[in-house]
């Protein structure tokens, strides 16, 4: 499944992820991140999904 959706002017796609981005973060919050996580923004760092919502078994304010 692709998490994101094809654009070339993406405003919320950012830079490439780095290892030091991923040192500092875990750094600042003091927590290691999911290795998951990661692989996902080395995919692709940011940027507009292709879902933005989730159906859910009971009514919420963004249900369908």
Do not use: C
Not at 25 to 51: A, D
């Amino acid at each position: 499944m692709n998490l994101w959706k094809s654009s070339q002017e993406d405003i919320y796609k950012l830079s490439p992820l780095t290892e030091n981005d991923i040192r500092e973060t875990e750094h600042l919050f003091n927590k290691k991140l999911p290795q998951k996580y990661i692989e996902i923004l080395r995919e692709q760092n940011g940027g507009e999904i292709v879902f933005n919502a989730h159906n859910t078994p009971k009514p919420t304010s963004s249900s369908f």
